[in-house]
């Protein structure tokens, strides 16, 4: 049998190959893989190659064209013998190649399709050494390590790869089946140096791996989501049926809705509440709960479910009751006690809340406050209070919108909410020491709440329902009305309270502040006694204000000094009797001396009355002459009307002086006139020193002292009418706590001493005057 003579392929190779344009990846030798042609010109090119040879050319098109012509094509391409075809529905082809050996294009015989070009095969570079193996070894370990980390590589992509024998064809398998750009796949098909390709081909392995390391740790953290995800579910169905099996609701979310909604049916809610509240119940039970407004409807809804809608109103109260309780809470303040009481008999016979708004205006430490408990205890009322002093945002009282982050609602809906009624007693304290600002102005915010007229349907910005406080008792407390805008003082019924004299003192430290401040201090009742004239001592030299606070602090300090003793000297068991010596020991020295009352000694000094926020208070006016250049200086921090007031006074007495003393001009324009008024540290102001300083003055120019524990009080005009002032009641008890005898006031305040106590005016003579002649007559004797 004759020896079957082997033909080497580039001898049965044809020069002249019809060329298939690629428009994805290059195609590189010794693959077999399948081709689906959908061109019909390229469908032609397959027909006539399957009728000759089966030998195509397949080169990859520089750009996507629909009709790519010769330039348009790469030069360096694959040969490749089309094994099988099979025709597809579409009039498309769908083929198997065997591909064979890489070609060059040596010329294009025909540029447009069908191509055909003239090619000239490439071989391999040939290289055995020992470098092209160890390249060889390090393809094939490095891709099975690519290959089973993708689960994309089938088994018989990895039995292909060990069996290739030849370096060049490893290279050529491995980077046909990697995920390399299509360009470079080209410049690896273009290479013929083996050790070069398959050094490339390394290259672009070690990036496969790096993003198989990346997908691997990608998909790790996504699996851990899932897992950790499933685990809640299951923890959360598994929760769900324990709650079953015990009974508990298993559905927070359900829970909630249920909750509200069995509340808002109860509260039967008519018109505009119905449907808004309705709506957003509904809009609730459809929000997810992991939604940022699911919060805050939640909020919305809970604050409406724990309103006092339907609450009832309180039942009538006893006003017996109701003054025995604000005589057993408070001393004195008897003319105080008479208009509540009289204001609560009203609101008994009227059976109507509505309007109920009282101002309590009066120094610090006078008992507003705890009037106002007090107050709310004899009504059986539930207590809010809350302080506005410093308030510049007018949302503090009628709330955010609840479009803003952390919106709340104001503090007139959370006291609504805290007391759960709707007829509760609210304290706003300090209503006097509101502020405004950009954020708007609070007064002006209180003016609907405190309005009988329009808070009937108050409607807060965070609530934005209209809701009924016209049965609130409103208290408002206040050390001045002069910082109060007048709208809103034309809605409160005030109440002023006066400050306390030292007798008001006494008797209130012994019947509150001391029990008080022994049980403060952890000391037994009984332990200490305290004199009378311990107690006074205390009101005069270390606590002269119109409130009783100092008096308090005065009584904690002592009682603390004797807790040290009782626990560091083991006095558990004695008796320790407070006179005038002990209060000195624990007290130190006194704050106001005795000598400290304030007195005119000498010519051109004249006491006189003011008013404050802090009450009422003593002063010296002081006047001197000097000789000189003629002039009037004033000294002391006086305000413009206390300016004037001076010089009013002046002009004042150089007439009368020389009208019916006979001291003419040429005393005056000989001297310069200094008046002052002590503690320059303390702004001044007001109209109602002006007979004081006319009376100074009228005693420097006739050198006579004024009468003995004498003060005043009045305004002045320059034709010598004493003019009418305020604040009487304030200045008499001023006037008692410095141990004055006689008082000057205008004829028209003398209405103004009925509203004064008896205890008050108990040792005081009131010398009604209308113009400056009588005052002067009282005064110096003229």
């Known amino acids: 049998?004759?020896?079957?003579?082997?033909?080497?392929?580039?001898?049965?190779?044809?020069?002249?190959?019809?060329?298939?344009?690629?428009?994805?990846?290059?195609?590189?030798?010794?693959?077999?893989?399948?081709?689906?042609?959908?061109?019909?010109?390229?469908?032609?090119?397959?027909?006539?190659?399957?009728?000759?040879?089966?030998?195509?050319?397949?080169?990859?098109?520089?750009?996507?064209?629909?009709?790519?012509?010769?330039?348009?094509?790469?030069?360096?391409?694959?040969?490749?013998?089309?094994?099988?075809?099979?025709?597809?529905?579409?009039g498309g082809v769908n083929i198997f190649i065997s591909t064979l050996?890489?070609?060059?294009?040596?010329?294009?015989?025909?540029r447009e399709s069908p191509i055909v070009a003239a090619v000239g095969y490439l071989d391999d570079e040939a290289d055995d050494t020992d470098e092209v193996k160890a390249l060889t070894r390090a393809l094939i370990g490095e891709m099975k390590q690519v290959s089973e980390n993708n689960p994309l590589f089938?088994?018989?992509?990895?039995?292909?790869?060990?069996?290739?024998?030849?370096?060049?064809?490893?290279?050529?398998?491995?980077?046909?089946?990697?995920?390399?750009?299509?360009?470079?796949?080209?410049?690896?098909?273009?290479?013929?140096?083996?050790?070069?390709?398959?050094?490339?081909?390394?290259?672009?392995?070690?990036?496969?791996?790096?993003?198989?390391k990346i997908q691997k740790r990608v998909q790790q953290e996504i699996n851990e989501k899932i897992e950790k995800s499933q685990r809640e579910y299951f923890l959360k169905e598994e929760l769900k049926a324990i709650k079953n099996e015990l009974g508990m609701p298993t559905d927070a979310k359900g829970s909630d809705y249920q909750r509200f909604k069995d509340k808002i049916d109860s509260f039967a809610f008519e018109g505009e509440i119905k449907e808004q509240v309705e709506q957003e119940l509904e809009k609730f039970n459809l929000m997810d709960a992991n939604s940022s407004e699911?919060?805050?409807?939640?909020?919305?809804?809970?604050?409406?479910?724990?309103?006092?809608?339907?609450?009832?109103?309180?039942?009538?109260?006893?006003?017996?009751?109701?003054?025995?309780?604000?005589?057993?809470?408070?001393?004195?303040?008897?003319?105080?006690?008479?208009?509540?009481?009289?204001?609560?008999?009203?609101?008994?016979?009227?059976?109507?809340?509505k309007g109920s708004i009282i101002c309590l205006v009066g120094p610090p430490g006078v008992g507003k406050t705890s009037i106002g408990r007090s107050i709310a205890r004899a009504l059986n009322k539930e207590f809010f209070r809350f302080s506005v002093g410093g308030m510049r945002d007018e949302a503090e009282i009628k709330g955010h919108r609840r479009t803003y982050v952390g919106a709340l609602p104001g503090k007139i809906v959370q006291g609504l909410k805290i007391t759960k009624s709707r007829d509760p007693v609210f304290m706003i304290d300090e209503i006097d020491k509101m502020g405004s600002s950009f954020q708007g102005d609070p007064s002006s915010a209180l003016l609907e709440t405190l309005d009988p007229e329009q808070n009937f349907s108050f409607r807060d910005h965070y609530l934005d329902l209209p809701f009924d406080v016209s049965n609130v008792f409103f208290i408002c407390t206040a050390n001045t009305l002069d910082s109060i805008p007048g709208p809103l003082v034309d809605r409160m019924e005030v109440i002023q309270l006066p400050g306390y004299i030292d007798a008001e003192k006494l008797e209130i430290a012994k019947r509150y502040l001391v029990p008080k401040s022994l049980e403060k201090n952890g000391i037994k009742k009984g332990t200490v006694r305290y004199t009378r004239d311990a107690l006074m001592f205390i009101a005069e030299s270390y606590a002269r204000e119109a409130g009783v606070r100092n008096f308090e602090k005065a009584l904690d300090k002592i009682h603390r000094k004797l807790a040290r003793e009782i626990v560091l000297e083991g006095k558990e068991n004695e008796k320790f009797p407070i006179d005038k010596a002990a209060v000195q020991k624990r007290l130190g020295k006194p704050i106001f001396r005795e000598d400290e009352v304030k007195k005119a000694v000498s010519p051109g000094m004249a006491i006189g009355l003011a008013w404050t926020s802090m009450g009422g208070d003593v002063l010296v006016i002081e006047a001197v002459a000097n000789p000189g250049k003629e002039g009037f200086k004033l000294t002391g921090q006086m305000g413009n009307v206390m300016q004037e007031s001076a010089g009013i006074a002046y002009t004042f007495v150089r007439h009368l002086a020389a009208e019916r003393h006979g001291i003419g001009a040429e005393w005056f324009e000989g001297r310069q006139i200094h008046l002052h008024i002590p503690e320059g540290a303390t702004p001044k102001d007001g109209p109602s020193a002006g007979i004081t300083m006319a009376t100074a003055l009228l005693s420097l120019v006739l050198g006579k002292r004024i009468k003995d524990r004498l003060a005043m009080t009045g305004e002045l005009s320059l034709?010598?009418?004493?003019?009418?002032?305020?604040?009487?009641?304030?200045?008499?008890?001023?006037?008692?706590?410095?141990?004055?005898?006689?008082?000057?006031?205008?004829?028209?305040?003398?209405?103004?001493?009925?509203?004064i106590p008896e205890n008050v005016k108990k040792g005081l003579v009131f010398h009604p005057v209308e113009r400056f002649d009588e005052v002067a007559a009282i005064a110096l004797g003229e």
């Not at 050996?101 to 025909?110: G, I, M, N, Q, T």
């Not at 017996?320 to 309780?325: E, L, P």
């Open 719 to 755: 034709t010598g009418q004493v003019l009418p002032i305020g604040g009487l009641r304030e200045k008499t008890v001023a006037a008692k706590r410095n141990k004055i005898r006689d008082i000057i006031i205008p004829k028209a305040n003398e209405k103004d001493l009925d509203d």
């Open 294 to 353: 699911y919060i805050v409807t939640r909020n919305w809804l809970d604050l409406v479910c724990n309103l006092p809608w339907k609450a009832p109103v309180s039942a009538d109260f006893d006003l017996k009751r109701a003054q025995d309780i604000l005589e057993a809470d408070h001393y004195g303040l008897k003319d105080v006690k008479d208009r509540i009481v009289e204001y609560l008999a009203v609101r008994k016979l009227k059976k109507d809340a």
């Open 154 to 212: 089938s088994e018989e992509m990895r039995l292909n790869m060990i069996n290739i024998d030849h370096p060049g064809k490893i290279a050529d398998f491995i980077a046909s089946i990697l995920n390399i750009d299509k360009v470079e796949q080209q410049k690896l098909l273009e290479l013929t140096d083996v050790r070069t390709r398959m050094e490339k081909v390394l290259v672009f392995i070690k990036k496969e791996q790096e993003l198989l």
């Open 1 to 90: 049998m004759p020896e079957t003579e082997i033909i080497p392929i580039e001898q049965i190779l044809p020069n002249k190959l019809p060329i298939v344009p690629l428009s994805g990846r290059p195609i590189f030798p010794g693959i077999f893989t399948p081709i689906m042609v959908g061109n019909p010109d390229d469908v032609k090119v397959i027909e006539e190659a399957l009728s000759a040879d089966g030998m195509i050319g397949l080169i990859m098109v520089k750009n996507d064209f629909e009709k790519p012509k010769a330039d348009d094509l790469y030069e360096v391409g694959t040969a490749a013998k089309i094994v099988k075809r099979i025709n597809l529905p579409d």
């Open 101 to 110: 050996k890489r070609f060059r294009v040596k010329k294009f015989l025909s």
